[in-house]
């Protein structure tokens, strides 16, 4: 039994301590945002907020959260709706398929609570270990920097 | 009546495209979306042609059990889906004296009709004002996958789900030579069939550790069949060759200047690695996947086991990008072979990031040679020839099957050897390697290599992408030997207005001839897809010491009538982005047995800190919609390497464009 807080609520799960994080979100939890895309902590589509830090859930052994609390691109969202990288996402259309989106969605949250206003050579440095295919970089790079109010 | 759209010949039935809910209809196309957002564009020609607005429509997701439109492929969608979309609408209206207000009672009317409604026996009602096409309106599947919830299809969660992953061997030709028959691990059960192994369990990490001690567990015989590496160009030029006869109407009396290009193997390199779902029951078997093309993929899964193809059932879901056919059919069926020792019970199979680089169908390495004549300045002949391996072995394509793991059972079905799509559809090999230019008598010839261990198929472009790579990069070249500037050179040998309007508008929006900075160049490329489909021209301006830096890419293209304007430019911008990725980094590498370029640290892809800013300017046009997925491959890479040369002095004619090639071309030049 592990005791950990995910997105703001207190969990218990029972996934030995070397189960990947990630793994324990999605198949004991039921927690999908957070995808797998290699296993292999290089290309941040599972990233994940673990105390202060983002880190890749599938290289994330569950002991190491035990007590902490981690928060998924899930728990990003307030009452009043999306986070406002994600807002700025979908209103830049700054996605083709998608699948590294929820991963860059926290690494930019974080970075945005950590550094107000990053200009957007900033923002591309602090997604240097998200991986995105389909060629969105530009429009993501916008969209995180407009969610933070600054001006490129 | 007009002429019936062929997919409403093929598919006449009204209940397979369209049936009505509570207050909106849902629509089922046979075109699937992966990730370029033509899911949302369909909606919108549906919307306007049966005259509803976009919020009253829902797509289904493409199913056996609905329309074949074939593959979802080749920048055609909007081209085959369209006018179907187009004639049930008008058929609809016809039918109901619609669209009537309120929309409710519009639906309502639509639910009334008899599905068996034969389509083609109905005179559509002529086409309204459209409201929807031509406005970027938002993708509606992105919501859900910005958002993190559930979406993909390996984040189906299904009642009695079983985790299913499969050993891949180690190398092609690979036999599993020895694991123990009495084989276990803790919580899952071993699939085995020949060399094909895998294992089936209720907990995902039971099933990855499993997996972990599998590898360790199974020996293979391995053998050392793969070409070397660092000599493609000359093993591609080996045969046997199928010569592809594309055009021979002679070719320069004199040539004036020659030169060979090559680009290396690529991979698709997908965010996610390709999985599928698969449930046998007494009724028959269900499949889950994300493939391009539901349809030949029952009928290979069927013929691969030897099933009545109407007891398989396959329903597309969306995964991670796809820009071609990549391991998406593969992972279903191995879904099907580990779901078949589970009856009853739905298996997710999901690959590993190594399979996924290793073992998903490649592009194919190509080199071309190209001569030319020059007479006062202007082309007088032609000669181009391509060397490659074919450029699709997708699921029932010249009759094989094509399932990767077929190929592993104990009573083998195996891969057929590549081959091209026919030139009516493009070809493969020689896709575009017919210079749009007028350049006097040409001869272009295809020679496709027929035997090969390595598995190739369609990647975004097929064999656009490195024949225009050589003959805009050839171009810029002969436009040197005649001393004149690369763009008024083209545009010397464009008759098209709209090649010309491209290419001038490329330049102008470009900056060209602007003055810059040192150790920075620009450069051009340009073609027409397929040379049937979308102009695009391509300015690229690069900062080049050690490596190749872009600074800038402008792209112009005419794609004809624009259904979704921001859709269409984020296809154009994120194809050029992806086409720089290919052009300054991208080789799938091997030794003599085994792809080594397995993880993102083997083959890595372009990242945020090096993708450009894009400038996208669609040309205004009523002309008929095509496809804007595709045609920035080929422009793009040209403009890289001419803009390179432009700044460095050295021409790179072998790709990755990196710093080895820039290093090698430098030393040449010596």
Redesign the interface.
């Known amino acids: 039994m592990t005791r950990l807080t995910v997105n703001g609520a207190e969990v218990v799960v029972t ?2 301590g070397d ?2 994080l990630l ?1 324990v979100l ?2 004991e939890l ?11 902590g ?2 941040g ?1 599972c990233f994940v907020r673990l105390g202060d830090a983002v880190v890749p859930s599938c290289q994330t052994p569950l002991w190491q959260a035990e007590g902490q609390a981690v928060t ?3 728990g990003l ?1 307030g009452g009043e709706g ?1 986070h406002p990288v ?1 807002a700025a ?2 209103e830049r ?1 700054a ?8 991963g860059i ?1 926290v690494r930019a949250a974080a970075l945005l609570d950590s550094e107000p206003g990053p200009d957007s ?1 900033r ?3 602090a ?2 270990r ?12 916008e969209a995180v920097v407009a969610a933070g109010g600054g001006h490129g | 009546m007009g002429d019936v759209p062929a997919h409403i010949v093929a598919n006449p039935r009204l209940g397979s495209w369209l049936t009505a809910g509570d207050g909106y209809v849902e629509v089922r196309v046979g075109k699937v979306e ?4 033509i899911v949302t564009a369909l909606a919108q020609i549906a919307a306007d042609a049966l005259g509803l607005p976009l919020a009253a429509v829902r797509m289904l997701p493409a199913s056996t059990t609905g329309p074949d439109q074939g593959l979802t492929a080749g920048s055609l969608s909007v081209l085959h889906a369209g006018p179907a979309l187009r004639h049930l609408g008008g058929a609809v209206r016809s039918l109901t004296s619609g669209p009537v207000h309120p929309p409710s009672a519009y639906v309502e009317a639509i639910r009334a009709l008899d599905p068996e409604t034969d389509l083609t026996g109905v005179e559509p009602a002529s086409p309204a004002a459209p409201s929807e096409v031509g406005r ?1 309106a ?2 509606l ?3 859900d ?8 299809l ?2 189906l ?1 299904p009642e009695g789900l079983l ?1 299913g992953r499969v050993l891949r061997p180690p190398s092609v030709g690979a036999r599993l030579e020895e694991l123990d028959d009495d084989w276990k691990a803790p919580g899952v059960g071993l699939v085995r069939d020949g060399s094909f192994v895998g294992v089936v369990g209720e ?3 039971e099933v ?1 550790r499993a997996l972990e001690q599998l590898e360790r567990d199974c020996r293979w015989e391995e053998r050392d069949l793969l070409p070397d590496q660092d000599d493609l160009p000359a093993w591609l030029r080996e045969g046997p060759h199928e010569e592809i006869a594309v055009l021979d109407e002679g070719g320069p009396d004199f040539v004036a200047h020659s030169a060979s290009y090559s680009k290396p193997f690529l991979a698709h ?5 390709s999985c599928g779902m698969a449930r046998w029951d007494d009724d028959g078997l269900q499949v889950w996947s994300h493939s391009q093309g539901i349809h030949p993929l029952r009928a290979a899964v069927a013929e691969t086991l030897d099933l009545d193809p109407d007891a398989v059932q396959v329903e597309h879901v ?6 071609g056919h990549n391991g998406a059919d593969d992972a279903a069926f191995d879904a099907v072979l580990l779901a078949r020792a589970v009856p009853g019970r739905p298996v997710l199979a ?1 690959w ?2 190594r399979d996924e680089l290793a073992w998903g169908p490649l592009s194919s390495a190509m080199t071309a040679t190209v001569s030319a004549g020059l007479v006062d300045g202007r082309i007088a002949g032609w000669t181009y020839d391509v060397w490659s391996q074919g450029h699709s072995s997708r699921p029932g394509f010249r009759g094989a099957p094509g399932l990767l793991a077929g190929a592993h059972l104990a009573t083998p079905v195996p891969l057929p050897p590549p081959t091209d799509p026919p030139l009516t559809a493009g070809g493969g090999s020689t896709r575009n390697a017919t210079p749009i230019y007028t350049v006097g008598p040409r001869r272009v010839t295809g020679h496709r290599k027929t035997e090969t261990p390595l598995r190739t198929s369609s990647m975004r472009s097929l064999g656009a992408y490195l024949n225009v790579f050589a003959i805009e990069s050839f171009i810029d070249e002969l436009a040197a030997i005649a001393g004149a500037d690369p763009v008024r050179f083209r545009l010397n040998h464009l008759d098209d207005a709209r090649a010309r309007h491209v290419v001038d508008t490329a330049a102008r929006l470009g900056g060209w001839g602007e003055p810059l900075p040192e150790d920075v160049g620009r450069g051009i490329g340009f073609a027409r897809y397929k040379g049937v489909g979308a102009w695009c021209a391509v300015v690229a301006e690069v900062a080049a010491e050690s490596d190749v830096r872009v600074r800038r890419l402008t792209v112009v293209a005419d794609v004809g009538t624009v259904v979704n304007p ?2 269409a430019r ?2 154009l ?6 086409a ?2 290919w052009t300054l980094k991208e080789r799938v590498r091997f030794d003599r047995r085994r792809i080594t370029s397995d ?3 083997g083959y890595p ?5 090096e ?4 400038d996208v300017h669609l040309v205004d046009s009523d002309q008929p919609s095509v496809g804007a997925g595709e045609a920035t491959q080929g422009p793009t890479a040209a403009a890289l390497a001419n803009a390179a040369h432009h700044a460095l002095g050295v021409r790179v004619r072998d790709l990755p464009l990196d710093r080895a090639a820039i290093v090698r071309a430098i030393e040449a030049q010596k």
């Open positions: 996934s030995d189960t990947p793994t999605r198949d039921g927690l999908v945002g957070s995808r797998f895309g290699c296993g292999q290089l290309c589509a998924t691109v899930e969202a999306p994600q996402i979908l259309q996605a083709q398929c998608g699948f590294c989106i929820a969605v050579a923002v591309a440095e997604l240097e998200n991986l995105c295919r389909c060629g969105s970089q530009q429009r993501i790079v | 992966l990730g370029q957002g970027s938002q993708r599947d992105l919501p996958k910005v958002l993190g919830r559930p979406r993909y390996a984040d969660r985790h907990r995902e990490v990855d390199a997908s965010i996610a690695p969306e995964n991670a990008g796809c820009y999901r590993s990031r921001d859709g984020n296809q911008e994120g194809g050029a982005v992806q720089t990725s993880d993102w640290e892809i372009l990242g945020f800190a993708a450009p800013p894009v």
